[in-house]
């Protein structure tokens, strides 16, 4: 079969007053060929027909009645599903290199005769009007801070006009991180839109009880009234409504990952660090989305004088065991405060513990519930006093860490100094870990004058309590307390 080039080349060189002979030659066919092309006038394209028959016996005429009536009892039915069925009714009479058959006359059948499907309408986006945001969870990219895992998200807002974007990091699809995230990100872009979309807030709100769902719904709706925004939401279960987010998570990830791969590394100093790369990539990504950006932001509203910094604000006992309840995970305060009534204001990635007028201190949030952050530095004088308590202690892993099991490691490395709580006059939080952990005994202002209490401790308890209360071995090295991360 000669194709439709060959045949014009003939036809050309004919058209020179070259011999049939000579054109056969020069097109590369014969001359009985370039004869017939010439007598008919037509190219090898024009001449062929569509073919009717089949080239070999279709296998499934026989139980093609009953694929259809499944077919149409349920058009979800896959091919795959269907030729199972049919080798379990008949065995031997298929074979499986004749699934790609069938798969082909169902696909055949659907287009002929299957219901109709869902049709996308592209929508007409103005500037300066819409704005969406999502999460997007970054796992996949097994990026490390320090060598230590690093699971994170990212809270992405892209403006529909331009596909400009601005990106904030978080540790989970609380209501907090959304708030925090929409105004960063406001304040990066320099401007306000008519419209924030999102999804239902499921991930954010459904934890709450109903009177949490109630307030954080206020919340956010005195969030868009503060700078101005309509809220809206996609449909329940319905991603692409909200369409550009998702596609930007996917384009800024591949990105990221192309990024690393260039870097030759996925391992960074600390958060910071990771950050600005982040931020690195957003802003090139931002710079090929110029053209627009400049007619969205002539549009886009002035932002408010000051961010809101909308937070969660609740009122919880302090217990005998020196810890209080927040979110249905437990954290450890300085034992003075017992038996009072302390004010905690819930922010995405921190706790705010404060009395009255007077901030107290500063600890990171728990991920996730029923997790528990005991810090040493709280209840050691206590443990000192009742040596006993400590073999049975509900939290000893605790004391050991410095930190909680259930902080994520994220947090981990992004939280340096966790709060203390000590009073003034004693020793600094690093030095304290060594000193009383450590069972070293270290002279300075503010130091007891007798016996460390980790020392007093196993004199106490015996000898077994010393490989206990040995600081880990990054403490040791590094002069820092186990509560330093």
């Known amino acids: ?46 001449r062929t027909q569509p073919r009717t028959y089949r080239t070999r016996p279709n296998p499934f005429v026989t139980d093609w009645p009953w694929v259809v009536s499944q077919l149409e009892r349920d058009n979800a039915l896959q091919a795959t599903t269907l030729f199972a069925l049919l080798d379990t009714l008949h065995p031997g009479r298929y074979q499986a290199g004749q699934l790609r058959t069938l798969q082909q006359h169902i696909a055949a059948w659907r287009a002929q005769y299957g219901p109709g499907q869902e049709v996308i309408f592209p929508q007409r986006h103005l500037p300066g009007v819409d704005a969406q945001s999502d999460f997007t969870h970054m796992t996949s990219l097994a990026i490390t801070l320090g060598g230590v895992p690093f699971p994170h998200l990212v809270f992405h807002l892209v403006l529909s006009y331009s596909n400009v974007e601005a990106i904030q990091l978080c540790f989970s699809e609380s209501f907090e991180s959304l708030v925090e995230g929409v105004e960063t990100c406001l304040w990066h872009l320099g401007g306000v839109p008519q419209r924030h979309r999102t999804d239902h807030l499921s991930a954010a709100i459904h934890p709450l009880d109903a009177d949490g769902r109630a307030l954080a719904k206020e919340r956010y709706s005195a969030v868009m009234r503060h ?19 998702e596609q930007s998570h996917h384009r ?18 600390d958060r910071s660090a990771y950050t600005r790369f982040l931020q690195t ?3 090139q990504r931002n710079l090929t989305r110029q053209r627009r950006w400049a007619e969205e932001q002539a549009v886009l509203r002035p932002l408010p004088v000051a961010p809101l910094r909308l937070c969660r604000e609740l009122r919880v006992p302090v217990s005998r065991c020196s810890t209080i309840q927040v979110l249905r995970n437990t954290y450890s305060v300085p034992s003075r405060l017992i038996g009072t009534t302390v ?25 996730g519930h029923g997790q528990h952050r005991i810090d040493y530095r709280h209840v050691i004088w206590s443990l000192v006093r009742k040596p006993g308590a400590f073999a049975q202690y509900r939290y000893r892993d605790d004391l050991y860490h410095g930190c909680a099991p259930g902080l994520s490691p994220g947090l981990r490395c992004a939280v340096r100094q966790p709060a203390t709580g000590c009073r003034p006059g004693r020793r600094a939080p690093a030095a304290f870990g060594r000193q009383y952990l450590g069972g070293r005994r270290r002279r300075g202002p503010g130091a007891a004058a007798g016996p460390a209490p980790a020392a007093e401790l196993r004199r106490r308890t015996g000898s077994g309590a010393r490989s206990r209360c040995r600081p880990p071995a990054g403490a040791r090295a590094g002069g820092a307390g186990p509560g330093r991360l």
């Open 227 to 245: 700078y101005g925004m309509e809220p809206t939401t996609n449909t329940l279960g319905v991603a692409h409504e909200n369409g550009d987010v």
């Open 343 to 367: 004010l905690v204001r819930i922010r995405a990635e921190v706790l705010e513990v404060s009395r009255g007028t007077a901030h107290l201190l500063t600890m990171p949030r728990l991920v």
């Open 252 to 269: 800024f990830k591949e990105a990221v990952d192309q990024a690393l791969r260039v870097r030759g590394s996925r391992d960074f100093l």
């Open 281 to 283: 990539i957003v802003s």
């Open 1 to 46: 079969m000669k194709r439709d080039r060959e045949v014009h080349r003939m036809l050309r060189e004919r058209a020179k007053g070259r011999t049939q002979e000579q054109a056969a030659a020069r097109a590369g066919m014969s001359v009985r060929t370039a004869g017939t092309y010439e007598r008919h006038g037509q190219l090898p394209s024009q």
